[in-house]
Every structure is written in structure tokens, then in C-alpha cells.
């Protein structure tokens, strides 16, 4: 019999909610011929708690709780987007160490947040022993977090004008003590990973994403970095105090999985360089600003964008008066990341469509909100 | 084999490592020096009576309506012992919505609220509720020093 | 095609009064004067000053693109405002389609990347947000329409941003405005099947203090530390 009357049926499969490899809820219907993705249709919203909605009825101080709890893993990152909406709208300079003491902190959490991405990249490429070295790492900058805002997770420690308790004692010596560590504790998960052979034959070409596609979808962040596009909000439009600081934007050019990966591992390093730089910079004084005791701006609106660890954070607030902000909205860099996703699993093979969705190292809670 | 060797000198050095786990309910980790539990109501020993005049302001900004205030005339004010006029009647902290975030604390006209080191509230209720006793007790414990901890250094 | 129909909820005035007048008599504060206030408790001093938005004096890329929006339109009606610095332009909700394309297409313009996509209900109307930026030439722009409540519809920009898509389909699913032109435009984050969308301001909501469905407010029989739940009343 011939092979060509044969007919073959394109396969529609499901993937998630439940699905460990997902990072979350997140449900995507693959449609398959064989083992090669033909088109795939990612399903969200099984995290969506209204975050936009119940701002509007939370007053300009407790949005913030709302906003910890957006992107769980780059909390002070979030914080700093809202915080310097409000401040712009409000007209208050924070004090020139909570400057210092946000962007400390902020950097701190991203080192954090591309360690648990690289934990769960290599435990989604099979290697489980790279997610606990990963694991120590971060638990190492957790304990900083700790000290700092007293919470693991749900920091909430950024306020208007400054942030909510200065820094504990010996907190500077300390946070050199950590870096050295976690500098070390880089150079070791990369010589876990990055020239292994296993690793790259799983991610080298896989999901991968011109530029221009990337720009067209609205990507940010490693994703677009990744392709070959210096982008970088703390460069392109520097806010608080980055134009003071010296760093490099890490770009690689093939926009595939392991590119991701490297651009990532490498802005760790520069996060530790910023960290750096601030621990030698910072300087005394108060760690909170001149605010007025109630917080209601003056009608208005303003868009303010930060460099998250996922990408381009963006936060459009509204406020007309009074206590409540009329309309607070997150523009969320996994949101449009996920995007891409389907243009990124044409004609990979199902299996690698989990490392394809690691690599954007997405967090549903900010995607759904 | 010189790797055998490397890897049984880890094993042989972890071996006579301390153990990190720590059995939490006989003996627990330092907190945090930035660590935050409830808020507790600070009491006024010289009157006699918390420095809550029971405003409301926090229950309007907590962000999880976990406070339930009210307030009442001071017979103290009467008697001419107390310069409060009114003085918190009820003050109700619903500990199973508390996220302990601080914002009582930062609104309070009367600094009558601070934030104490309790953290241990399990309880048979679905709502665990504190009412003015035990947030005092709360608060004067922290001042007593019963919970005071030294700053922790992080690792 | 006037200036009247862009903002069909404020004054009367004619489209050829000059830039500056249009930005102080639309002054947000004048806006919220006259739209009815979501809420009772949200209604706000008296400004002292000019809102802060309004201090910062235009960046030269914002004026330059304005030059640039102005040559192109031409005679078409369109609001010019600055916001932080940064050029504002609202225009008719027939118009924001080619507006788009012209600001993607031309070589001078150029902007490649939607940062963001968002409807905001002012009371009176709907207003549909769109935050453009160009990576390489690094400037941005702040794009408006407004539409109103009878009449819920503005066109889809996918074939401009492929990157517009979800956030159209949220769009519609969070105001009941129709995207025409969205090839699937299907609910997004709400459940299946619900009908409902929550960011209008018509859609109930209990302000904070007040008491929310879902809130215990009989305390029962709890006891904490050993003490009624009462409180000082023992």
C-alpha cells in the first residue's frame, strides 16, 4: 500500500491547568501533527482576581498589597513601578536613600527571580540538581529580604516618598557578604548548565523568535534582549537612580531558548555589579521623604514604565481627586510575552514546548492579575 | 578515585556538620529584625487606659477590614483623671485577615498602635478575633521584652 | 469632523481655538466637575495649583513629533495635550485606526512597539488608551479616542501590533466594547460564560469599611489568647 493514501488527522491535545511543567494555571491546546506543534492556543485567566477592579476601591496606600501579589517573585520590582507613579503624580522626591535602598532591593530581587527561573529551566530540562542550587541562592537573598521589609514574599515596603523602615544594622556588610557568595554560587550553577551538552541540545534553537516578531508582540525584557534588541527600561529611560549607575545590557542575537537563558544569567551578574555600586554610594540620612500624612493627588495621569526582571512593567494610573486612584492599570510583561508564545512553538516538538514556556519565565499571577 | 575521594571528605565533613533544622515549637530561629507580627495597642500606665481614643482611621485604611473600632465617652475624662474625651469602646482585630502589613500603624494620629513580634495565632475559629486585652498584652509584652530579640544578622 | 465630537461631554468649543486654550478649559480638574462622581466619598479638594502633570514643560521630541502629527492630519480635528512632557493627542474614533498605521509606517514616526493598551470609563464615555514607543528612535506618544457609552465601538489595531490582540480581547471583555475587526474575539480572563464586565464603573462594588459579601461580621463564640472576643468588655 502507498504510503501517500494514508491519511493523517491533525491531533488536538491539552496542556494544563494542572500541568506541572506550566509554572501555574495555565492551560495552552496544542494542535499536533505527530510530534510537531502545528499551532497552539494558550488559555488564561485561571488566576485572575480583579486586580484592576479592587484597585479602585483600595485607597493610593493599600493598592500596593495588591501589586506584591501581581508578580510574586519581583515584589519590590513591582512596588517601584506603582511607587514612582505615585510619586509623580503626588510631586514627592523620595530621600536620596530610599532611592538607593529601592534600587538595592529591587536588583537583590531580580538576581532572585532568575535564580527561580533558573531552577525551574533546568528542573523542566529534566536536571532537578540545578533547581536546588538555585534554590540556595536565592535563600541566601531571601534572608536579606527578610531583614529589610521583614516578609519572604509579600514584601510591601516601598512607600510614597521613601520606604517604610530604614535598613538594620550591619546591613551593608552583610549584603557584601551575600553578593561574594551568590557571585560564587552563579559562576557554579553556570558551570552546571550552560556548557552542558545535554542542556544545549535541549535549548539551542528551540522556540526560537526574530526581532521583528518579538517588537510586533510587544515582548520586553530577556525575550527581546535575547533577539538582538538593546532594550532596557533602566537605559532607555532611566528612572530613580539608574542613570547614576554603571552597568552593561546583555543582548544575544539568536532569540531561540538557551539565549534566553544566557541573557538572563548574565544580568545577574550585572544586578550584583548595581548592588555594588549602591552599597558604595548609598548614603545616610533620612529613609523617608517630606509626604503629606493623607495621600490624594491632584487630578491626572501618568504611565510609568520600570524594568521588571520579566520585562517592561508598566502602570497607568488615573487619579481624579480623593482618596481612591480611578483606574490603575498593570501592563504586564508576561502578559505580552505569552503573546509570542504561539509564533515561538511552530513546529517545535511537544516536549520542547516546556522548555520553550520556562524560558519566558512567566508568572500567571501577574498574567491574569 | 581521586573523585571518590573528593566526595567521601564531603560526606565525611557533613557528617559532623550541626544540623540546620531547628524544632520549631520547643525552640525557634531569631526573627528578622524587620519582622512585623500584629499590631498590638499600646497602654497608657500613667491614665490607666490605652492611648486609643478608637478614631477609626485604621479600620478605613486597613486593606483587609480586619479592624472593627468603636468608640465611647471616657469616664476617666469626667472624673477629671484622663485628658481623652472619648476613648476606644471595642477594638476588634480579626487575626485570620491580618497580613500584618503596618498601614494601622502608619495612619494612627495617636501612635495608640504599634507593631508587636506575635506571630503564633492558630485557633479553632475560622475568625480569630483579639480584642483590647490581648492586644494590650500584645503590646506589653514587646515592651516588657518578653519577645524583644537582638538584630539579627542574616546569612 | 470637529473637535465637538471628541469630547462630546465637555463645552462647546469651536475646533480652530488655539492649543493652549483647549489644555486649561480640559483640565482634568474640570472634568471631574462635571462628571457625576463614581462614588460620594471620592470627590477631592480643591487643586492649589496646577496638577503636577501639567508643570513639566514639553521634551523636544514631543514637540517635534507633535510638528510631525500636525503636518500629517493636517486639518483633522485632534486634541493636543502634555502630560509630564510627553505629547497626548486624542483623536476621532474613526481616525485611530490610520492614526496608528501612519505612526507605525512612517519613517520618521516609526513607533514599532504598543506598550500598552488600556480603556479607562470616564462616566460620561469610554476612553481607549494607547501608550506607543519607538526602540530605535526612543521617543513616545500617548494616543486617545474617546467613544461613547450608546455606541461602544473602536476598531482593532492587530494589523498595525500583532501584540494588541489580547489586550483588545480584554478590552472588550472588561467595558462591552465591540473591537471591530479582531478575528476572534473571544473572553479572555473572566470565566466562561459570565457576562459581566467588571471595569465599568456601573459594575457594583462595596467601597472599603462597608460591609462585603463574604466578610464575617457575627464573631461567634471566638477566643484568642485566652480572652473573649468582646474586647474590654469582659
Given at each position: 500500500m502507498a504510503l501517500d493514501r494514508l491519511q493523517t488527522?491533525?491531533?488536538?491535545?491539552?496542556?494544563?491547568?494542572?500541568?506541572?511543567s506550566t509554572h501555574g494555571v495555565f492551560r495552552m491546546v496544542l494542535r499536533v501533527d505527530g510530534e510537531r506543534i502545528l499551532d497552539c492556543e494558550p488559555y488564561i485567566g485561571y488566576l485572575h482576581r480583579g486586580f484592576e477592579k479592587l484597585s479602585e476601591?483600595?485607597?493610593?496606600?493599600?493598592?500596593?498589597?495588591?501589586?506584591?501579589?501581581?508578580?510574586?517573585?519581583?515584589?519590590?520590582?513591582?512596588?517601584?513601578?506603582?511607587?514612582?507613579?505615585?510619586?509623580?503624580?503626588?510631586?514627592?522626591?523620595?530621600?536620596?536613600?530610599?532611592?538607593?535602598?529601592?534600587?538595592?532591593?529591587?536588583?537583590?530581587?531580580?538576581?532572585?527571580?532568575?535564580?527561580?527561573?533558573?531552577?525551574?529551566?533546568g528542573a523542566d530540562a529534566g536536571a532537578l540538581t540545578p533547581f536546588l542550587y538555585a534554590f540556595r541562592e536565592r535563600e541566601r537573598l531571601q534572608g536579606l529580604f527578610e531583614a529589610v521589609s521583614g516578609a519572604r514574599m509579600m514584601f510591601f515596603y516601598f512607600r510614597a516618598g521613601g520606604v517604610r523602615i530604614d535598613l538594620p544594622d550591619g546591613f551593608i556588610r552583610e549584603c557584601r557578604?551575600?553578593?561574594?557568595?551568590?557571585?560564587?554560587?552563579?559562576?557554579?550553577?553556570?558551570?552546571?548548565?550552560?556548557?552542558?551538552?545535554?542542556?544545549?541540545?535541549?535549548?539551542?534553537?528551540?522556540?526560537?523568535?526574530?526581532?521583528?516578531?518579538?517588537?510586533?508582540?510587544g515582548c520586553s525584557g530577556p525575550i527581546l534582549r535575547a533577539c538582538g534588541v538593546?532594550?532596557?527600561?533602566?537605559?532607555?529611560?532611566?528612572?530613580?537612580?539608574?542613570?547614576?549607575?554603571?552597568?552593561?545590557?546583555?543582548?544575544?542575537?539568536?532569540?531561540?531558548?538557551?539565549?534566553?537563558?544566557?541573557v538572563r544569567m548574565e544580568e545577574m551578574r550585572q544586578s550584583?555589579?548595581?548592588?555594588?555600586?549602591?552599597?558604595?554610594?548609598?548614603?545616610?540620612?533620612?529613609?523617608?521623604?517630606?509626604?503629606?500624612?493623607?495621600?490624594?493627588?491632584?487630578p491626572g495621569e501618568v504611565y510609568v514604565r520600570t524594568e521588571n526582571p520579566r520585562g517592561d512593567y508598566g502602570i497607568y494610573l488615573i487619579s481624579r481627586g480623593g482618596d481612591y486612584p480611578y483606574r490603575v492599570?498593570?501592563?504586564?510583561?508576561?502578559?505580552?510575552?505569552?503573546?509570542?508564545?504561539?509564533?515561538?512553538?511552530?513546529?517545535?516538538?511537544?516536549?520542547?514546548s516546556v522548555m520553550v514556556l520556562g524560558s519566558l519565565d512567566i508568572v500567571l499571577g501577574e498574567v491574569d492579575r | 578515585m581521586l573523585g571518590l575521594i573528593k566526595g567521601m571528605i564531603i560526606t565525611w565533613k557533613s557528617n559532623w556538620r550541626k544540623p540546620?533544622?531547628?524544632?520549631?515549637?520547643?525552640?525557634?530561629?531569631?526573627?528578622?529584625?524587620?519582622?512585623?507580627?500584629?499590631?498590638?495597642?499600646?497602654?497608657?500606665?500613667?491614665?490607666?487606659?490605652p492611648f486609643c481614643v478608637g478614631c477609626q482611621v485604621c479600620a478605613r485604611y486597613c486593606p483587609t477590614d480586619a479592624i472593627f473600632v468603636t468608640m465611647k465617652d471616657n469616664p476617666k475624662f469626667k472624673e477629671g483623671t484622663s485628658k481623652r474625651r472619648k476613648i476606644v469602646d471595642s477594638f476588634e482585630l480579626n487575626i485570620s485577615r491580618c497580613i500584618s502589613c503596618n498601614i494601622c500603624v502608619e495612619v494612627c494620629n495617636f501612635d495608640a498602635i504599634e507593631m508587636t513580634d506575635t506571630f503564633e495565632a492558630a485557633g479553632y475559629h475560622p475568625d480569630v478575633v483579639a480584642g483590647i486585652p490581648a492586644l494590650i498584652e500584645m503590646s506589653e509584652k514587646q515592651r516588657k521584652g518578653v519577645l524583644a530579640r537582638p538584630l539579627k544578622e542574616t546569612r | 469632523m470637529t473637535a465637538e465630537e471628541l469630547r462630546p461631554e465637555a463645552s462647546k468649543e469651536p475646533a480652530s481655538q488655539p492649543i493652549a486654550d483647549e489644555v486649561k478649559g480640559e483640565a482634568p480638574s474640570a472634568d471631574a466637575a462635571q462628571a457625576p462622581a463614581a462614588r460620594p466619598r471620592a470627590a477631592g479638594r480643591a487643586p492649589a495649583g496646577p496638577p503636577p502633570g501639567q508643570q513639566a514643560p514639553p521634551t523636544a521630541d514631543a514637540v517635534k513629533l507633535e510638528a510631525i502629527f500636525k503636518e500629517i492630519l493636517g486639518e483633522q480635528a485632534m486634541k493636543v495635550e502634555y502630560n509630564f512632557g510627553e505629547l497626548v493627542l486624542t483623536v476621532l474614533p474613526e481616525q485611530?485606526?490610520?492614526?496608528?498605521?501612519?505612526?507605525?509606517?512612517?519613517?520618521?514616526?516609526?513607533?514599532?512597539?504598543?506598550?500598552?493598551?488600556?480603556?479607562?470609563?470616564?462616566?460620561?464615555?469610554?476612553?481607549?488608551?494607547?501608550?506607543?514607543?519607538?526602540?530605535?528612535?526612543?521617543?513616545?506618544?500617548?494616543?486617545?479616542?474617546?467613544?461613547?457609552?450608546?455606541?461602544?465601538?473602536?476598531?482593532?489595531?492587530?494589523?498595525?501590533?500583532?501584540?494588541?490582540?489580547?489586550?483588545?480581547?480584554?478590552?472588550?471583555?472588561?467595558?462591552?466594547?465591540?473591537?471591530?475587526?479582531?478575528?476572534?474575539?473571544?473572553?479572555?480572563?473572566?470565566?466562561?460564560?459570565?457576562?459581566?464586565?467588571?471595569?465599568?464603573?456601573?459594575?457594583?462594588?462595596?467601597?472599603?469599611?462597608?460591609?462585603?459579601?463574604?466578610?464575617?461580621?457575627?464573631?461567634?463564640?471566638?477566643?484568642?489568647m485566652g480572652y473573649r472576643a468582646s474586647g474590654g468588655k469582659e
Open positions: 488527522v491533525d491531533m488536538t491535545i491539552n496542556m494544563g491547568p494542572q500541568h506541572p476601591n483600595e485607597n493610593y496606600h493599600t493598592v500596593l498589597i495588591h501589586l506584591d501579589r501581581t508578580d510574586y517573585l519581583a515584589g519590590f520590582c513591582n512596588e517601584m513601578a506603582y511607587i514612582i507613579a505615585l510619586e509623580k503624580l503626588l510631586g514627592v522626591v523620595p530621600s536620596e536613600r530610599a532611592e538607593y535602598i529601592r534600587v538595592i532591593m529591587c536588583e537583590l530581587n531580580r538576581i532572585a527571580s532568575h535564580m527561580m527561573f533558573y531552577g525551574a529551566l557578604r551575600v553578593l561574594d557568595a551568590v557571585k560564587f554560587g552563579i559562576d557554579e550553577c553556570d558551570k552546571l548548565l550552560t556548557n552542558n551538552e545535554v542542556f544545549i541540545s535541549r535549548t539551542k534553537g528551540i522556540g526560537a523568535i526574530s526581532a521583528a516578531a518579538a517588537i510586533d508582540y538593546k532594550e532596557d527600561v533602566r537605559r532607555s529611560e532611566p528612572y530613580s537612580i539608574y542613570d547614576r549607575l554603571d552597568f552593561d545590557i546583555p543582548v544575544a542575537y539568536s532569540g531561540d531558548t538557551y539565549d534566553r537563558y544566557v550584583i555589579r548595581i548592588v555594588e555600586q549602591c552599597l558604595d554610594q548609598i548614603p545616610d540620612g533620612p529613609f523617608m521623604g517630606k509626604v503629606p500624612r493623607f495621600i490624594r493627588p491632584e492599570k498593570l501592563r504586564s510583561p508576561c502578559f505580552c510575552n505569552l503573546m509570542a508564545l504561539r509564533e515561538m512553538l511552530k513546529d517545535c516538538y511537544i516536549a520542547d | 540546620v533544622t531547628v524544632q520549631y515549637p520547643d525552640e525557634s530561629l531569631p526573627l528578622a529584625p524587620g519582622y512585623f507580627g500584629f499590631p498590638g495597642l499600646i497602654y497608657d500606665h500613667e491614665v490607666d487606659e | 485611530i485606526l490610520e492614526v496608528c498605521r501612519i505612526g507605525r509606517t512612517d519613517p520618521r514616526l516609526d513607533f514599532n512597539y504598543l506598550r500598552s493598551l488600556s480603556g479607562v470609563d470616564y462616566v460620561t464615555h469610554f476612553e481607549v488608551v494607547y501608550h506607543l514607543y519607538s526602540l530605535d528612535k526612543l521617543h513616545k506618544i500617548t494616543l486617545k479616542t474617546r467613544i461613547s457609552h450608546e455606541e461602544p465601538e473602536v476598531d482593532s489595531v492587530i494589523s498595525v501590533w500583532s501584540g494588541a490582540d489580547w489586550h483588545e480581547r480584554e478590552l472588550a471583555e472588561m467595558f462591552d466594547i465591540n473591537v471591530k475587526g479582531h478575528p476572534n474575539l473571544v473572553p479572555l480572563l473572566l470565566d466562561e460564560g459570565v457576562d459581566e464586565h467588571p471595569l465599568l464603573k456601573s459594575h457594583p462594588l462595596v467601597p472599603m469599611g462597608e460591609d462585603r459579601p463574604g466578610v464575617i461580621t457575627d464573631l461567634g463564640e471566638s477566643d484568642w
